[in-house]
């Protein structure tokens, strides 16, 4: 009974924030590798650095303008009422922009196959070279395999900072390598 009630709240949430009723509600902490779980940590790093690339108003959002822009570099120029349908269509705290968290939602959504075949949230999701056709654990069918698969995505995830450390020691490494080198060449410059 407890689950059919949280259920509906949530369905009655959704329903009003997509008849514009609902009003926004902010989350204290927002940790998009628990809240994804379908992205790899890599891919969530991929898709932060792009978010980045495009707020060129280091503000924390991408608005309709900066949206406009990446839409354009994407190669898939959109109108001004299809960037503002865009936006509105994942834009949970309405603020006209996207944060960070709803721009990770478009793929999300997308992943699930819940944004419309024309729209450019779609478009926008297949052209930025992040695959988004990892859906995670779905219709595991017993215990044990649901098991050995959470066990598997908490190794492969820290895998993943493993290797990500590696490739910060080796980048070190190389770095001492080209300034010890620069050292030998100036010295040799400088007799």
């Not at 609902?22 to 379908?38: C, G």
């Not at 698969?149 to 895998?159: R, V």
């Amino acid at each position: 009974a407890s689950a059919g009630a949280e259920l509906s709240a949530k369905l009655a949430r959704r329903h009003d924030i997509n008849e514009g009723a609902a009003q926004p509600r902010l989350a204290a902490v927002f940790n998009p590798y628990t809240e994804f779980k379908e992205f790899s940590r890599r891919q969530i790093k991929d898709m932060e650095r792009m978010f980045r690339l495009y707020d060129s108003g280091r503000d924390g959002y991408i608005d309709l303008m900066e949206l406009k822009l990446m839409m354009e570099k994407l190669g898939a120029p959109q109108t001004h009422l299809g960037l503002k349908n865009m936006i509105k269509e994942v834009d949970e705290d309405f603020d006209g922009k996207l944060s960070f968290r709803e721009f990770l939602l478009i793929f999300h959504k997308a992943a699930a196959g819940e944004l419309e075949e024309d729209s450019g949230l779609l478009t926008l999701a297949k052209l930025s070279e992040i695959d988004v056709s990892i859906e995670g654990v779905k219709g595991a069918k017993n215990f044990f395999e649901a098991k050995v698969q959470a066990l598997s995505s908490a190794s492969k995830f820290e895998a993943e900072i493993k290797a990500e450390q590696d490739e910060r020691k080796r980048e070190e490494e190389e770095r001492k390598h080209r300034r010890a080198a620069f050292r030998e060449l100036k010295s040799a410059f400088t007799q």
